[in-house]
């Protein structure tokens, strides 16, 4: 079992930043990857950036790539995600994930922290 723990949402201003955190806990030596995806009202979740453990490969969806960074810190278990030049389109329940390996894959979910870009 992984627990993921967001934090870091908030109110944004267009043309600003804000940093994600997601600290995950448990059993943390299984995670494969891990990832953050994004529900804006009304829409379907979808993939924002994912990264996995050994740094070996990095995804962003073209919305945020050039804007956003995925970054991850494997002695704290936590994966972060930099924001900069903010859209109001950004806005959404940012949510992240961790996928483990095994005898079978699992994927796990965060609570969601909300990011409202806003003048």
């Known amino acids: 079992q992984v627990q993921l723990v967001e934090s870091g949402g908030g109110l944004g201003q267009p043309g600003g930043s804000l940093r994600l955190s997601c600290a995950a806990s448990?059993?943390?030596?299984?995670?494969?990857?891990m990832g953050w995806y994004r529900q804006a009202p009304g829409k379907q979740r979808e993939l924002v950036a994912d990264?996995?453990?050994?740094?070996?490969?990095?995804y962003y969806a073209d919305s945020v790539k050039g804007r956003f960074t995925i970054s991850r810190d494997n002695v704290k278990a936590t994966v972060y995600l930099q924001m900069n030049s903010l859209k109001p389109e950004d806005t959404a329940v940012y949510y992240c994930k961790a996928v483990t390996t095994g005898a079978t894959s699992s994927n796990y979910w965060g609570q969601g922290t909300q990011v409202t870009v806003s003048s």
């Open positions: 990264i996995t453990t050994n740094g070996g490969r990095i």
């Open positions: 448990g059993s943390i030596f299984s995670i494969y990857g």
